[in-house]
C-alpha cells in the first residue's frame, strides 16, 4: 500500500517568521535607542552632579555626591524597565492579535461542528 507523503501534516503555520523577525528587529531598535538615550541622560546628570561638587570646600548640609550619583542611577534605570514593560506590553498584544486571527478559523469550526453542521 503507498500511503501520502506526511499524511498529518498542518495546513496554517503557527510560527511566523516574518512576524518574529520583524518583532525581534523592532526589540532590537527600541532596545539600541533607549540605552543611547539612557547612555545620554545619565552622561547630562552625572556631568550636573560633578560641575556641582567640584568647588566645594566644605561640608554642605546637602546630600552626598554618592547619594545623588545613586539617585540618578535609579532614575535611569527606571526608565529603561517602564520602556522595558512597555515593549513587553506590545508585543504580547502584537502576539495576541496573530494567535487569535489563527484561532479564529478554528473557533468558527468548533462552533458548527457543535451545531452538527459538518459542511466544509
Known amino acids: 500500500m503507498n500511503q501520502a507523503p506526511f499524511p498529518n501534516r498542518r495546513r496554517v503555520r503557527l510560527v511566523d517568521h516574518s512576524l518574529q523577525k520583524s518583532l525581534l528587529v523592532a ?18 546628570a552625572l556631568g ?41 506590553f506590545a508585543a504580547d498584544r502584537i502576539w495576541a492579535w496573530y494567535v487569535a486571527r489563527i484561532v479564529e478559523q478554528l473557533d468558527r469550526l468548533m462552533g458548527a461542528s457543535s451545531a452538527l453542521d459538518f459542511r466544509p
Open 27 to 44: 526589540l532590537v531598535l527600541m532596545e539600541t535607542a533607549g540605552v543611547a538615550l539612557a547612555i545620554w541622560m545619565l552622561y547630562q
Open 48 to 88: 550636573r552632579i560633578v560641575d556641582v561638587n567640584t568647588y566645594r570646600v566644605h561640608f554642605s548640609g546637602g546630600p552626598s555626591i554618592s547619594a545623588q550619583l545613586f539617585i540618578e542611577g535609579l532614575r535611569v534605570l527606571g526608565g529603561m524597565l517602564a520602556l522595558n514593560v512597555l515593549a513587553l
